[in-house]
């Protein structure tokens, strides 16, 4: 089992920045992809950005140019750089992993004022 615990939400002004990172443990070794997602009130869990194994990325058209989904050398931290934010942005945003099984965080707020 892997897991994951994300770190970084806030409150931050349209325009602003914010890095979001999440702690991985446990059984890395099984792991295929690490990414984020985000979910807004009243809405579905909606990807945001993959890394897969290999370190390609995949990103949401939404987020695409704005946003960053990088790790460390060791795999033990998948970050999400997110500048110039948008109100729409504003959601809880979950750490996910995938290989022999999904596993997801606690999730971090991130709200955006406009």
């Known amino acids: 089992q892997v897991q994951l615990v994300e770190s970084g939400g806030g409150l931050v002004q349209a325009g602003g920045s914010l890095r979001l990172s999440c702690s991985v443990s446990?059984?890395?070794?099984?792991?295929?992809?690490l990414g984020w997602f985000r979910q807004a009130p009243g809405k579905q869990r909606d990807m945001v950005a993959i890394?897969?194994?290999?370190?390609?990325?995949i990103y949401a058209d939404s987020v695409k140019g704005r946003f960053t989904i990088s790790r460390d050398s060791a795999k033990t931290t998948v970050y999400l750089q997110m500048n110039s934010l948008k109100p729409e942005d504003t959601a809880v945003y979950y750490c996910?992993?995938?290989?022999?099984?999904?596993?997801w965080g606690q999730g971090t707020q991130v709200t955006v004022s406009s």
């Open positions: 996910y992993s995938s290989g022999t099984k999904t596993d």
């Open positions: 890394i897969t194994r290999s370190g390609s990325t």
């Open positions: 446990g059984s890395i070794f099984s792991i295929n992809a």
